[in-house]
């Protein structure tokens, strides 16, 4: 029997067949990546022809004025809320469900104001809205 003692070799790891899988994953990633760059959004708004106005025989109109004021059908709205709103619609809207609520905002009022508008026209079942606009001068 022989019980001498080997000398075992340390184990190699070769390295270059690693590198060449990691370039060829780095290669197929740089070229299957596109890159954008959003800096900023372009937005052209469109312009609302007043030309063919209808004329809505049940309408409801929602004036919302810069300080986020409300009006309907020219009176003043107490509170600010949806829920006031939405009484004060249900309140308009004792003709029926099929009136149109039609939102007259001024140019510099709140987005949220006007959303609170709709949410409270949704709220009283009021589903036909529409928006009032104002013909650019030419």
């Known amino acids: 029997m022989n019980f001498r003692h080997r000398s075992r070799e340390e184990p190699e790891i070769n390295l270059i067949p690693f590198i060449d899988v990691l370039l060829v994953v780095l290669i197929f990633l740089m070229l299957s990546t596109t890159y954008s760059k ?51 619609l249900a309140n308009a809207a004792k003709g029926g469900k099929d009136m149109v609520v039609i939102i007259s905002a001024d140019a510099s009022a709140a987005h949220q104001s006007v959303i609170t508008v709709m949410e409270a026209a949704r709220r009283s079942g009021l589903n036909q809205i529409t928006f009032a606009t104002q013909a650019t001068p030419k």
Do not use: C, H, M, W
């Open 38 to 88: 959003f800096t900023e959004l372009q937005i052209t708004l469109p312009v609302a022809n007043t030309d063919a106005q209808r004329n809505y025989p049940k309408e409801i109109i929602v004036a919302v004025g810069s300080d986020g004021r409300y009006a309907i059908n020219k009176s003043p709205v107490e509170g600010r809320s949806v829920d006031a709103l939405s009484l004060a």
